[in-house]
């Protein structure tokens, strides 16, 4: 594919979009039969499923930690997920994400109450358009959530980044691929932690605060959307309406 | 990866920190001392040691002709390996790179990568068909802490030392190199920011926070890690510091 000679013009996006617009969200809890929790997240042409099992005895015992629960992540792209046909199975970027995403889904479970366990989390992209480790944390956090594990706050995911000199939010794959900057961010929000940051590309420090705005404004929504799904699961229509 | 802390120990540090104090002696924003050895590998086509404190990171980069990437066709081939040594530490075992070994690689490659620190497009040979690939291996050597930011040194040291390779296919006067990005990795303990982590520090570290900036205070390529979070005001914060000692470390490049 050729890159357009312009990524954004008069102030609108290849679909459509303003800098600061999401692409639409739709998220669905509980949608695994046999998985203690699940979530599936369309953002976009992105399609994520997530399924969590546990706490659960820890297998294999020797990784057990006498203290705590032990969170594992797996991030896994399906070989049909992209363009040219992906190998199955690990590589060191989907080992680096999975590191990166458990590390942003630690900080709202409270792993000491369940020493010696574990908790499996399977994140599936089945289709993919960029920003698919943030939506994978998006639906990993609902799932945990349906799953009934005990949460400080959600955690949602969105990346920012920068195309044609203008700071966006929420890449599509053009933006990503011959943009100049992609900064996935996730964030408790309720308070506005952030638990995870990556960046690569070329941000100045006044891009880079501009950048941050726009997370925080997108984290709002993929919040309000979490939420929305685990009612639409959990709270009986009649009494939404209360 | 982290060893066990006894709780006096990790306690002792908490407080340190809290009173702007370090286990030895440094102030929060105070780099460990940085030594920097270029061409101390005669088979490589640039090596680098690099001492940050007791932190001891070697690498070499070596030069070799490679097939372009299809979607690159004129474009030269980098690529960064880590290698977590067991010598270099009783928690490092033989083996294939684990996720620490990985993610040090990335965030490596890409504060290199993304600085545009070498220009891939002047080491094509043959559009489509050869061009330069440029190997940078990362070899941990003594870990005591703070292994992003002495990696990306000895990386970026390494490549500043590049003698062209003997090939008579090699036609440029030099390596195009032409920047020299910069990782400062700000860990926090306790809610206490702090510059270039020791071991036992980052034993006990709530997270951590890279950022690679550029001369001109560009940032290039940012890495969260550990399991704690960050507010909005301690990711400004690091950036400052990130700047600030970014600057110190590009003179001993």
Not at chain 2, 6 to 28: C, E, F, H, P, W
Not at chain 2, 46 to 69: D, R, Y
Request: include cysteine; proline fraction near 6%.
């Amino acid at each position: 594919m050729e890159r357009p000679e312009r990524l954004i013009v008069d102030g609108r996006r290849l679909d459509g979009r303003r800098p600061d617009e999401l692409r639409p969200l739709q998220i669905k809890a509980g949608v695994l039969k046999r998985a203690d929790g699940s979530a599936y997240v369309e953002l976009g042409k992105n399609k994520v499923l997530v399924a969590v099992y546990g706490p659960k005895e820890m297998h294999p015992r020797h990784l057990q930690q006498s203290d705590v629960a032990v969170l594992r992540c797996r991030y896994n792209m399906a070989p049909f997920s992209v363009e040219e046909r992906k190998r199955p199975g690990p590589d060191r970027r989907s080992i680096e994400i999975s590191k990166v995403v458990r590390e942003a889904l630690e900080p709202v479970l409270f792993l000491h109450l369940y020493p010696r366990a574990a908790i499996d989390v399977f994140i599936e992209i089945l289709q993919a358009d960029a920003g698919t480790r943030t939506t994978g944390i998006t639906a990993a956090a609902v799932a945990l959530a349906d799953a009934g594990i005990p949460m400080r706050d959600l955690v949602a995911g969105i990346s920012v980044g920068k195309a044609d000199g203008t700071v966006l939010l929420d890449l599509m794959k053009e933006e990503d691929q011959w943009g100049e900057a992609d900064m996935p961010i996730a964030v408790m929000p309720r308070r506005k932690l952030v638990t995870l940051l990556q960046m690569d590309g070329n941000f100045t420090p006044d891009e880079f605060r501009q950048a941050l705005d726009l997370a925080f404004k997108g984290i709002e929504r993929v919040y309000e959307a979490q939420k929305r799904a685990l009612r639409e699961k959990y709270v009986p229509a009649s009494e939404e309406e209360r | 990866m982290k060893e066990m802390v006894s709780s006096v120990k990790r306690d002792y540090i908490v407080n340190l920190a809290s009173q702007g104090k370090r286990l030895d002696g440094r102030t929060l924003d105070q780099l460990r001392e940085i030594e920097v050895r270029r061409g101390v590998i005669g088979t490589a086509q640039g090596s680098a040691l690099v001492k940050l404190g007791n932190t001891q990171v070697m690498v070499g980069v070596k030069i070799e002709h490679g097939e372009p990437f299809p979607d690159t066709p004129t474009s030269g081939i980098l690529v960064v390996n880590a290698e977590l040594l067991p010598l270099a530490s009783p928690l490092f075992e033989p083996g294939p790179p684990n996720e620490d070994a990985i993610e040090l690689a990335r965030v490596v490659d890409r504060t290199i990568r993304e600085s545009q620190a070498i220009d891939l497009e002047k080491l094509c040979i043959k559009e489509g068909e050869d061009v330069w690939a440029v190997f940078i291996d990362i070899y941990v050597l003594d870990h005591d802490g703070n292994l992003i930011d002495s990696s990306v040194m000895a990386s970026v040291a390494a490549l500043h030392d590049i003698k062209p390779p003997k090939d008579p296919e090699w036609t440029l006067p030099t390596f195009p190199i032409r920047r020299k990005p910069v990782a400062v990795t700000v860990a926090k303990v306790n809610g206490v920011l702090m510059v270039d982590a020791g071991l036992e520090e980052e034993n006990v570290m709530d997270a951590r926070l890279t950022i690679s900036t550029l001369e001109d205070g560009t940032i290039c390529a940012m890495q969260k890690g550990g399991s704690g979070f960050l507010e909005r005001r301690e990711i400004e914060e690091a950036y400052e510091l990130a700047r600030k000692c970014g600057e110190e470390i590009r003179k001993k490049l």
